[in-house]
């Protein structure tokens, strides 16, 4: 069975360059969670979507960031323009349903000179 | 006020001993939920336990247990028979709100080191 999977697994990039990654969910999970993971700030939801519907944008730091659910398949989160302190592994994550563990994607390691 | 606390910043553990790792949480919510996932160094995140805060029973996994004491709002992680293979960073978290509008918190978490 395919879990989360996301892309790119590894991006390094410019300060001020448009970053967007991708995430494709399991099949029949209707929760799509974004995380961000730095040493100094630990595991913070950035966004949720239930049923491609944001539902908690709170944890999305600034107006740089927006993510897009277009499809139950398909997510994307976009950073423009891109500064070093972005620098983390994010994570998408899955859930059939809330009482349900989430599954996580491999992460993508973002990297912003 | 941290909705999560994860006191143990590191722990160590002799192999095949059992080990418990804390963690407390803050809600006034009646119904949530609680998890904890290990991370090893390869970074992924991998699912272990999930307790409902409405579960009469202490959730079981295998080797992993959850020590759900609600009146004290723990919700501690015991791994018995550690092996090496255990060694990485554990997370607790918690999922609470209503439908519609839930909150996913994770802890700090604690580092896990077995010994052989």
């Known amino acids: 069975d395919a879990g989360v999977i996301q892309s790119p697994r590894h991006e390094v990039t410019e300060m001020g360059q448009e970053v967007t990654l991708r995430c494709k969910p399991i099949?029949?999970?209707?929760?799509l969670f974004w995380y961000r993971q730095t040493m100094m700030r630990g595991l913070e939801l950035l966004i949720y979507f239930n049923n491609n519907v944001p539902i908690d944008d709170s944890g999305m730091p600034e107006d740089r960031f927006s993510a897009k659910m277009p499809n139950a398949s398909f997510s994307t989160l976009k950073i423009q323009p891109s500064e070093p302190r972005d620098s983390a592994v994010y994570f998408c994550a899955s859930t059939p349903d809330v009482n349900q563990p989430q599954h996580f994607g491999d992460g993508t390691r973002l990297s912003i000179l | 006020a941290q909705k999560i606390t994860q006191t143990q910043p590191g722990m160590f553990v002799q192999e095949k001993e059992a080990v418990t790792l804390d963690c407390t949480y803050d809600t006034s919510d009646p119904s949530y939920g609680l998890f904890w996932y290990k991370q090893p160094s390869s970074g992924e995140m991998i699912f272990l336990i999930y307790?409902?805060?409405?579960?009469?029973q202490n959730a079981t996994e295998g080797r992993y247990s959850l020590n759900f004491q609600k009146a004290r709002k723990s919700a501690n992680l015991v791994i018995s028979a550690s092996q090496l293979g255990d060694s990485a960073m554990y997370f607790c978290a918690m999922r609470e709100g209503f439908s519609g509008t839930y909150k996913y918190i994770f802890g700090t978490g604690t580092r896990l080191k077995v010994l052989a």
């Open positions: 099949s029949g999970h209707n929760s």
């Open positions: 307790q409902g805060s409405y579960d009469q």
